[in-house]
């Protein structure tokens, strides 16, 4: 079903039953059609009837993001870890959001979290090293050089759906060390998906790229594995708030 197709069908469940759920999913289908403004009101009004449903406020949270109110999503996403301290979706959120800033001390306490929560992916202990790395660097103003745990920046923003930001990382990375094959296939591989968000402009979602094929236990073929874990985890829990709406009690 395409994405017209699901904003009509949620629609008319909500105009059905305006005092349901969901408005969250149809919010977060508008956040995914570019319509932030619309979807930010459709949550303000929602979340006026049902004020603590915090799925509801992790779309909050990430439209605000999407929409370049980073102040306000902060003070959302921080209001679910109040209720929900090892909510996964947030703690990434939040680190995407505190790595773009450079701000690493903030970022260490939330990838501490997520090394604990998801130890299996071998992205956060290399995210939480380069952290501290960094700020040890900012504390000490001794330089520090772009190590290869970079790549886990590259992940988090296409896992959120930042394509430009990943692609302005990868490209400051190969003007470093231009024989880094592997950064120059990730580049190809998000080029090949179409063009870039232009400079100024508000990120809006785009489907995160699939890997390039590499031969079954060959190099990349963790990696390759692990994103589409992840994309497959997410959507879950999409699909499960679109299930939880309904009529409310």
Do not use: C
Not at 18 to 30: E, G, I, K, T, V
Not at 82 to 105: G, H, I, K, Y
Not at 165 to 189: C, Y
Not at 205 to 227: F, I, K, M, N, W
């Amino acid at each position: 079903m395409n994405l017209d197709k699901q904003i009509e069908v949620f629609t008319q469940r909500l105009a059905e039953d305006p005092h349901s759920r969901n408005f969250a999913p149809l919010a977060d289908l508008l956040r995914q059609d570019g319509q932030l403004e619309e979807a930010l009101e459709l949550l303000d009004d929602g979340l006026g009837r049902h004020p603590d449903y915090l799925s509801a406020l992790v779309i909050k949270g990430r439209t605000l993001l999407d929409s370049g109110k980073v102040d306000l999503a902060r003070q959302v996403l921080a209001q679910v870890l109040v209720e929900d301290p090892e909510n996964f979706v947030v703690l990434r959120l939040l680190t995407e959001d505190a790595r773009s800033r450079q701000a690493w001390q903030e970022s260490i306490p939330l990838l501490e979290k997520l090394v604990l929560l998801d130890p299996d992916d071998d992205r956060w202990p290399g995210a939480l090293a380069e952290a501290k790395q960094f700020a040890a660097r900012d504390l000490s103003g001794d330089p520090v050089e772009f190590s290869f745990a970079t790549m886990t920046l590259v992940d988090i923003y296409l896992a959120q759906g930042y394509q430009a930001k990943a692609l302005a990382a990868l490209n400051q990375m190969a003007a470093s060390d231009p024989d880094r094959q592997d950064i120059l296939a990730r580049i190809a591989e998000i080029q090949a998906e179409g063009p870039s968000i232009p400079e100024g402009q508000s990120p809006q979602p785009v489907t995160t790229p699939q890997p390039l094929e590499h031969p079954a236990g060959g190099p990349g073929g963790e990696q390759a594995s692990r994103r589409s874990g992840e994309k497959q985890k997410f959507e879950e829990w999409i699909n499960r708030i679109r299930q939880e709406g309904g009529p409310s009690t």
